[in-house]
């Protein structure tokens, strides 16, 4: 395979770049708090904000150390953090850095002091605009404009280590917007539907992302900020911050204007005019549907911006009193590729896309159009054939009184043409009374009611519900969370959740000559429709009632792998076995938002592990976690182990492997197979899927889409980290790999992340979506007294 092209582009002369800084060793923060690890973040994040300065902490002989510039004034000392006070020392003396020899031990200084050069000059270019510190850098002039949105591209840049030397990680993002601001007049009575959203407050030229807290009593030409040992109006103190000459909506505002309230990075309340606020829209937002597919980028359109970018705005930075210079060519990789592991359906029909013997042998660009073949196919289809449970369809009342037989009726059909039974998909209809307010709660609350009184046996829901009236922007879905869980927990119920506005944007009434009506798909929407219907069936139906599609045929080098996941108080795991055949998956409350105390991780590993140990000996297990690997659970996992094995239920020889998946980045990397021909322009593509780069010996780049599957973009592959164990780590990206193959959520196309993380984002998605469970109880509680009295 020829070298691909990254999006990294290497520093050229980092012999002339160094740096002073000063060494603060670190006391009353000790590696045994649960806290460690967010203390050290969150240190490092307020000490940043209060210098201005790159701020890095380091450990140096066994102990957390803060790094600050040398020029920079002395830090502040005590300094308060959670269940903890931290102490700065300085130790004697100021140190140099050399950007051209470094070692592993100065790099996270490098990287930091280098990230922070980048901040200043861009942030100077009146061109641009970043919603808060560390984030991309959007152009100001929207590239798209349409219902309302203004959709706003731009770039992310990562300062990054590359062979030998360090680098620019650059890639292009997208942000939407509201074209017009908060009303310039807000009222009170109007504030209650934005409190708490998000903002593009233009302050001038300057532009930043706020949260919106309250809403002032006063005008912004009574409300008084100090100035220079006075106190002005909020309108004077804005046109005297800004830059000349000033823009017209600062301009053109009224002394009247509404005053809103937001909080800075370190937690002081600030002032803003509300007609300066522009809202910030979410990709959810169906204003924002239709720009959607203009953030999609091609590989040669994103590789040109990236390039356009780096010479017009990259070239030249200053790093003190020298000037920053980028090769005009990034960095090129060597890749290699996986082979797609062999797939087993039912009927024990195996295909291949690496020619085994026996099997049905497919090309891999026909691979995900003959894996939904096969699940048609009668002599084939699903591997886990055994019959459905009992089945319930919950809708609306409104929904069954009108389209909703007719919707029974086409999901039926959806579900028996992808897994025939002997007597098919009949779910026992249940209605409740959506007739109420539409807010997550009251619509809840009827769902819960009717389930409890109908869904009295043992089995599996289908929940059709509204877009509530209460739902806020860039917030998750309350009332599927509600539903989800309460019938989980209540009445041991897994369920789904469908919305209704689909079928009532393709379902119409047809009027017969007889005089009868009946709902029919309307013809324009019948293709999206059948669509629509498919997917209910695969991954609302079957997948909730754990009937897989496909597994694997060729075996793991692991004999368990586990996926960890944590989300809004809710740890979820997900084991596969040798096959991909056996999975299980549990999710349990935890305290930590983010990070799982040891005594957790090694009670839920245990308990899994003792499960998948009844049916196969487990000689090697790896874990996959889902972003960081926190110390408090690598030493949970371990100790998992250790005792499993003193009791007995693992061999004496178990050993146990861990990796950090890491799914989002500042800026991504990418690879591009570029290809030059003499006179001709460059053709840039997609690399394959299963190509991977070995960037060094604990981390790896892992291509699980790629240009067999046509599906629009740029790859972003998964970055990969080996955190230890005996397994070699080219085979735990091999499994990982072949893990992604089990598209069961989609069976044509490809899919980025590996099963375990898959079915753990499923299962979080449900139990851990937060709603008001208080107002909940409440307006239960006070119905109930309603209907006795």
């Known amino acids: 395979m020829t070298a691909l092209e990254t999006n990294v582009f290497p520093i050229t002369n980092l012999a002339e770049l160094s740096a002073g800084y000063r060494l603060y060793r670190v006391r009353g923060l000790r590696s045994e708090q649960g806290e460690f690890f967010q203390n050290q973040q969150a240190l490092v994040r307020r000490l940043s904000y209060r210098l201005q300065s790159p701020v890095a902490i380091v450990t140096h002989d066994g102990e957390p150390h803060v790094v600050i510039r040398e020029d920079d004034p002395e830090p502040p000392s005590p300094i308060p953090l959670v269940r903890a006070t931290a102490y700065l020392d300085r130790v004697p003396g100021d140190l140099r850095l050399d950007f051209g020899a470094r070692s592993p031990e100065t790099d996270p200084i490098c990287l930091r002091f280098l990230q922070f050069v980048l901040q200043e000059p861009l942030r100077r270019d009146a061109r641009l ?12 002039d929207p590239c798209y404009e349409q219902h309302g949105v203004s959709q706003y591209r731009g770039f992310a840049i990562r300062a990054v280590l590359t062979p030998g030397g360090l680098g620019l990680c650059v890639d292009v993002k997208h942000a939407f917007g509201s074209q017009s601001p908060l009303p310039v007049r807000l009222a009170r009575r109007e504030f209650r539907r934005w409190q708490g959203q998000h903002c593009i ?23 008084l900020i100090p100035l220079d040992g006075r106190t002005v109006p909020l309108l004077e103190w804005v046109a005297a911050e800004c830059r000349k000459p000033i823009p017209p909506d600062l301009a053109n505002l009224p002394a009247d204007a509404a005053v809103v309230y937001y909080r800075n990075n370190q937690d002081d309340q ?8 522009y809202p910030v829209i979410s990709t959810q937002d169906p204003r924002a549907q239709a720009l959607q597919r203009e953030t999609i980028l091609a590989p040669h359109e994103r ?5 356009d970018f780096v010479r017009d705005h990259l070239q030249g930075l200053r790093f003190g009193a020298v000037r920053l210079r980028l090769g005009a060519d990034p960095v090129r990789v060597c890749p290699q590729m996986f082979q797609v592991p062999d797939l087993r359906f039912g009927g024990d029909r195996v295909l291949s896309v690496r020619g085994s013997i026996g099997a049905q042998h497919v090309g891999l660009d026909q691979l995900g159009r003959t894996r939904l073949d096969c699940l048609r196919d009668k002599s084939a289809g699903f591997y886990v054939r055994s019959p459905l449970d009992r089945q319930y369809l919950v809708l609306p009342q409104s929904v069954a009184e009108s389209w909703g037989e007719a919707f029974r009726a086409d999901l039926r059909r959806s579900v028996d043409d992808l897994f025939p039974q002997e007597h098919g998909y009949a779910p026992e209809l249940v209605t409740y009374n959506d007739r109420v307010l539409r807010t997550a709660v009251r619509q809840g609350r009827e769902v819960i009611q009717a389930v409890q009184k109908h869904c009295t046996k043992p089995g599996y829901a289908v929940v059709m519900t509204h877009h509530t009236d209460d739902r806020r922007q860039r917030a998750e879905d309350q009332l599927a969370a509600l539903v989800l869980r309460e019938l989980r927990e209540r009445f041991d119920l897994p369920a789904a959740v469908v919305h209704s506005a689909t079928g009532q944007e393709c379902y119409a009434l047809e009027n017969g000559r007889n005089g009868g009506s009946r709902y029919q798909i309307r013809h324009d929407r019948r293709g999206r429709f059948d669509g629509y219907l498919r997917n209910v069936a695969l991954n609302k139906v079957l997948l909730t009632n754990e009937r897989w599609p496909f597994v694997l045929a060729t075996p793991l080098h692991a004999d368990v792998i586990v996926g960890v996941d944590v989300k809004h108080h809710t740890a979820g795991f997900t084991v596969v076995g040798k096959h991909g055949s056996e999975v299980r998956t549990l999710s349990r409350k935890s305290r930590q938002k983010e990070m799982l105390l040891a005594d957790q991780v090694a009670t839920y590993l245990m308990e899994l592990l003792r499960a998948e140990a009844k049916y196969e000996e487990i000689h090697t297990i790896v874990l996959q976690r889902d972003g960081r690997l926190w110390p408090s659970e690598r030493a949970g996992a371990r100790r998992a182990v250790e005792r499993l094995k003193a009791e007995g239920v693992l061999p004496a ?14 800026a991504s990397l990418r690879l591009f197979d570029v290809i030059v021909e003499p006179g001709k322009p460059a053709w840039v593509q997609n690399p394959e899927v299963g190509t991977y780069h070995l960037a060094d ?11 067999a599957f046509r599906r629009p973009g740029t790859v972003n592959p998964l970055h990969v980290r080996f955190v230890e164990g005996p397994l070699p780590f080219l085979n735990c990206l091999s499994d990982l790999y072949a893990l992604t193959t089990l598209a069961w959520t989609r069976p044509e196309d490809c899919t980025r992340d590996p099963i375990t993380i898959k079915l753990n984002d499923r299962r979080l998605g449900e139990d851990a979506g937060e709603y008001d469970s208080d107002a909940l109880s409440f307006v239960a509680g006070a119905g109930d007294a309603e209907e006795v009295a």
């Open 129 to 140: 605009w970043q919603p808060s510190s560390g984030r991309p850098y959007f152009f100001k």
């Open 201 to 223: 407050y233009r302050m001038g030229h300057l532009w930043y992302d706020i949260r919106l807290a309250e809403i002032s009593d006063l005008t912004a030409s009574e409300e």
């Open 697 to 707: 010996a604990t981390d790896a780049y892992l291509c699980a889409t790629g240009r």
């Open 270 to 277: 600030r002032a803003a005019p509300a007609g300066l606020c």
């Open 303 to 307: 590789h040109k911006m990236i390039h």
């Open 653 to 666: 020889d178990a050993t146990l492997t861990m990796l950090e998946v890491s799914k989002t980045a500042p």
